[in-house]
């Protein structure tokens, strides 16, 4: 996957669909909430699976029964497809989780 940074505008058809995340500064973000601390925490762990298998890593903010994540490419410290395909992955396990 070319790790080249989006332009604001591909960035921007991007999130439109992916409801829920934003643009943050250089990195795109999504906070959950689950239903108690022990799914946000099998979501961590699980969000952390995919990101092994990606070789692309996000930072994880853990809360009581909340998950944050902020995604962006550090070699170019920019978003880039490679980003939203992370992102993409997340949103599609999350409901598992029951987060929303």
Same mark, same amino acid.
């Given at each position: 996957?070319?790790?080249? *940074? =989006?332009?604001?505008?591909?960035?921007? #058809?991007? =999130?439109?669909?992916?409801?829920?995340?934003?643009? #943050?500064?250089?990195?795109? /973000?999504?906070?959950?909430?689950? *239903?108690? @601390? $022990?799914?946000?925490? /099998?979501?961590?762990? !699980?969000? /952390?699976?995919?990101? +092994?298998?990606?070789? !692309? @890593?996000? %930072?994880?903010?853990?809360?009581?029964?909340? &998950?944050? &994540?902020? &995604?962006?490419? @550090?070699? &170019?410290?920019?978003?880039?497809?490679? %980003? $939203? /395909?992370?992102?993409?992955?997340? +949103?599609?396990?999350?409901?598992? @989780?029951?987060? !929303?």
């Amino acid at each position: 996957m070319p790790l080249e *940074p =989006l332009s604001q505008k591909e960035i921007e #058809d991007r =999130l439109a669909e992916l409801p829920g995340w934003s643009l #943050d500064g250089d990195r795109i /973000a999504r906070s959950y909430r689950l *239903p108690s @601390h $022990f799914a946000a925490t /099998a979501m961590v762990v !699980h969000i /952390a699976q995919v990101q +092994e298998e990606l070789d !692309h @890593h996000s %930072d994880l903010t853990l809360g009581y029964n909340t &998950v944050s &994540v902020t &995604v962006n490419t @550090h070699t &170019v410290s920019a978003v880039t497809e490679r %980003d $939203f /395909a992370l992102a993409r992955k997340i +949103e599609d396990l999350a409901p598992g @989780h029951g987060a !929303h």
